[in-house]
T-cell receptor, first 111, second 113 residues
Framework: DAKTTQPTSMDCAEGRAANLPCNHS???????VYWYRQIHSQGPQYIIH???NNETNEMASLIITEDRKSSTLILPHATLRDTAVYYC????????????FGQGTTLQVKP | DGGITQSPKYLFRKEGQNVTLSCEQN?????MYWYRQDPGQGLRLIYY???????QKGDIAEGYSVSREKKESFPLTVTSAQKNPTAFYLC????????????FGSGTRLTVV
């Protein structure tokens, strides 16, 4: 599985958009980009995933660059409840199924 | 509602004792996983199972054992051979189409006293 690089921490003002970057320069053609978040002492929660097209759901938007070497998760109107560790993971749908977690980005949403 | 249930939420164990963590899912997922998380760290894979009666070691399997006798259940035993068992343990599951994402349980916090 390809590895990802994320900033260790980020701050965002409540009500503003939070843009969380992720580099995955060694991603393979059949690997998806997944985003999960983990609120303190809870299990990770799936947010969104994509292959090469941009994706949007009720939680967030995912922007993937044309070369697929990086992506950005966008929380359009961050709230205090969005404070969490955000993990960017690349993973193929046909391999053994192991999700490899990095350190993630700790997003602190401030009032 | 479908989901994954981990129990107990908090568990205390004396040194030298084995302890079993429960993980049950009603999502009809084929694959199940156990992860360990230490403070301030990401998740590390202990064991995973893609089908009933079959499982594979992850990156940190030493001192742990699992079984997969039923599709719905994937219990993890932390044995006395695990030298540093105090951690947060997370169970997850996924369907055959992993592009749909993984579902995680709420975790068990194990403390050795």
């Amino acid at each position: 599985d390809a590895k990802t690089t994320q900033p260790t921490s980020m701050d965002c003002a409540e009500g503003r958009a939070a843009n969380l970057p992720c580099n995955h320069s060694t991603i393979s053609g059949n690997e998806y980009v997944y985003w999960y978040r983990q609120i303190h002492s809870q299990g990770p929660q799936y947010i969104i995933h994509g292959l090469k097209n941009n994706e949007t759901n009720e939680m967030a938007s995912l922007i993937i660059t044309e070369d697929r070497k990086s992506s950005t998760l966008i929380l359009p109107h961050a709230t205090l409840r969005d404070t969490a560790v955000y993990y960017c993971i690349v993973h193929g749908s046909s391999n053994t199924g192991k999700l490899i977690f990095g350190q993630g980005t700790t997003l602190q949403v401030k009032p | 509602d479908g989901g994954i249930t981990q129990s107990p939420k908090y568990l205390f164990r004396k040194e030298g004792q084995n302890v079993t963590l429960s993980c049950e899912q009603n999502l009809n997922h084929d694959a199940m996983y156990w992860y360990r998380q230490d403070p301030g760290q990401g998740l590390r894979l202990i064991y995973y199972s893609q089908i009933v009666n079959d499982f594979q070691k992850g990156d940190i399997a030493e001192g742990y054992s699992v079984s997969r006798e039923k599709k719905e259940s994937f219990p993890l035993t932390v044995t006395s051979a695990q030298k540093n068992p105090t951690a947060f343990y997370l169970c997850a599951s996924s369907g055959l189409d992993r592009a749909l994402g993984y579902t995680f349980g709420s975790g068990t916090r194990l403390t050795v006293v």
